[in-house]
């Protein structure tokens, strides 16, 4: 039980100080949302680079059968 009630102060402290603190920066979250978006536009990037490099190296005609 002792260890109940000191983990209970250690918590109550850490989150007095946060609240404590002034500014704290910007939230994660717009941070998040900049990298999934970041990380959306590369995946779509990434596509079409390779759908572009597929239909390229499909255009190419096929060396021709020496008899």
């Given at each position: 039980m002792p260890i109940l009630t000191y983990l209970h102060?250690?918590?109550a402290a850490r989150l007095a100080?946060?609240?404590?603190d002034g500014e704290r920066g910007d939230s994660p979250?717009?941070?998040a949302v900049i990298i999934m978006g970041l990380?959306?536009?590369a995946t779509v990037v990434t596509g079409l680079a390779l759908?572009?490099?597929?239909g390229w190296m499909d255009a190419i005609q096929a060396?021709?059968?020496p008899q």
């Open positions: 102060v250690v918590v100080e946060l609240r404590r979250v717009p941070t990380v959306f536009v759908a572009r490099a597929r060396p021709a059968n």
